[in-house]
């Protein structure tokens, strides 16, 4: 039988790729509140929260975090035709910490 957080990781990893894709918008520092990336953040959020069905969320922060990064990365990498530096400056972040994000998500080896 699939958990519920196993259900609620798998809703918020399907965010789409033009979401992600958003997520790069180097003009922008956040999202405006109603953008894309908001509605589809609040929505996803929305049914996580009715897919528990009363119970008590945890480690919610580190879920989000963790199944919104690794497609990030994997974005920008890509935008980036695989430039660290760039990538990292795209995402203001040090380039040694993109270097451990991408080791961590196995994005890199």
Known sequence: ??????MS???????????VDDLVDETADAPPSGS???????STLGTYFDDLDGTTPHGLYDMVIKAVERPLL???????????????????????????????????D
Do not use: F
């Open 1 to 6: 039988m699939t958990s519920m957080n196993d």
């Open 9 to 19: 990781i798998r809703a918020l990893t399907s965010l789409p790729d033009s979401l």
């Open 36 to 42: 894309p990336i908001d509605q589809s953040i609040r």
């Open 74 to 108: 994997d974005v920008v990498m890509a935008r980036a035709d695989g430039n660290q530096s760039r990538a990292a400056e795209w995402l203001g972040i040090n380039r040694n910490t993109l270097r451990r994000k991408l080791v961590e998500h196995r994005l890199i």
